[in-house]
């Protein structure tokens, strides 16, 4: 697993930012005046109860959202100024997403699932090898059906990699797993973060996933209530659950 550099580059880097949501005369603010910064290489954990504003931030620093007020900057770029052309450029080139429900297509192998990415990325890896790397070799020309749940999440890990983005956002990536197959994902997940020096950041409720982050952020009523450092990560397989 990659430690945090404490000299390493910032990617994202986030001030005051708020997200207010509007229906009717209804106002809910999801966000509310959030500073983070990211470093390259790093394993970020993000801790909080539903509606907490973790999904929230990750969608807007993924270009899937945009926020009320405040400022995101990727790599010294402010995206708060970024048209709908710009973000599909960004996510399409730098971001890889991971979510609680795989999102693969039924009708299409692994493989095929894998191969959408890398038909549209600048320089992707094979699909071979993004599977290779979460340990599907073996399962390549398998339909989503024929895969267990934690084979069909890793089946979307290798999707999300293959394209070689800087950065990779999970939500709930174990959100729909038994134990045993969570840590498995994690594995999967921390292997990308080491090897590919990926700046990764998880969504999770389990507060034990926690040992596995560089840096832990906790989450209350939109805000980041605390920050600590992790300075001795496990390996996932650590993990009590």
Same mark, same amino acid.
């Given at each position: 697993?990659?430690?945090?550099?404490?000299?390493?580059?910032?990617? %994202?880097?986030?001030?005051? /930012?708020?997200?207010?949501?509007?229906?009717?005369?209804?106002?809910?603010?999801?966000?509310?005046?959030?500073?983070?910064? =990211?470093?390259?290489?790093?394993?970020?954990?993000?801790?909080?109860?539903?509606?907490?504003?973790?999904?929230?931030?990750?969608?807007?620093?993924?270009?899937?959202?945009? !926020?009320?007020?405040?400022?995101?900057?990727?790599?010294?770029?402010?995206?708060?100024?970024?048209?709908?052309?710009?973000?599909?450029?960004?996510?399409?080139? +730098?971001?890889?997403?991971? %979510?609680?429900?795989?999102?693969?297509?039924?009708?299409?192998? !692994?493989?095929? +699932?894998?191969?959408?990415?890398?038909?549209?990325?600048?320089?992707?890896?094979?699909?071979?090898?993004?599977?290779?790397?979460?340990?599907?070799?073996?399962?390549?020309?398998?339909?989503?059906?024929? /895969?267990?749940?934690?084979?069909?999440?890793?089946?979307?890990?290798?999707? !999300?990699?293959?394209?070689?983005?800087?950065?990779?956002?999970?939500?709930? @990536?174990?959100?729909? =797993?038994?134990?045993?197959?969570?840590?498995?994902? =994690?594995?999967? =997940?921390?292997?990308?973060?080491?090897? %590919?020096?990926?700046?990764?950041?998880?969504?999770?409720?389990?507060?034990?996933?926690?040992?596995? !982050?560089?840096?832990? %952020?906790?989450?209350?009523?939109?805000?980041?209530?605390?920050?600590?450092?992790?300075?001795? @990560?496990? @390996?996932?397989?650590?993990?009590?659950?």
């Amino acid at each position: 697993m990659a430690a945090i550099d404490t000299q390493a580059r910032p990617v %994202f880097h986030v001030e005051d /930012l708020t997200k207010v949501y509007v229906t009717g005369e209804v106002e809910v603010r999801a966000l509310n005046g959030v500073d983070m910064t =990211l470093y390259e290489g790093e394993m970020a954990v993000l801790l909080g109860p539903s509606g907490s504003g973790k999904s929230t931030l990750l969608n807007i620093i993924g270009g899937l959202d945009q !926020a009320t007020d405040g400022r995101v900057e990727f790599e010294g770029e402010d995206m708060t100024a970024f048209g709908a052309r710009q973000l599909t450029r960004f996510r399409r080139r +730098n971001v890889g997403f991971v %979510f609680q429900f795989y999102n693969l297509i039924p009708s299409l192998t !692994a493989w095929e +699932n894998v191969a959408l990415v890398t038909e549209i990325a600048r320089d992707p890896m094979t699909p071979e090898e993004a599977l290779a790397m979460v340990d599907l070799s073996d399962r390549m020309t398998h339909f989503p059906a024929q /895969l267990s749940g934690g084979e069909q999440q890793r089946v979307a890990i290798a999707r !999300a990699i293959a394209k070689r983005p800087e950065v990779l956002l999970c939500d709930e @990536p174990t959100g729909a =797993l038994d134990s045993k197959t969570g840590v498995v994902v =994690l594995e999967a =997940l921390t292997r990308v973060n080491a090897e %590919f020096g990926t700046t990764t950041a998880i969504i999770t409720h389990n507060a034990a996933t926690r040992r596995i !982050a560089d840096r832990v %952020f906790h989450f209350h009523d939109g805000k980041i209530v605390q920050m600590v450092v992790n300075e001795n @990560p496990v @390996p996932p397989s650590e993990v009590v659950w």
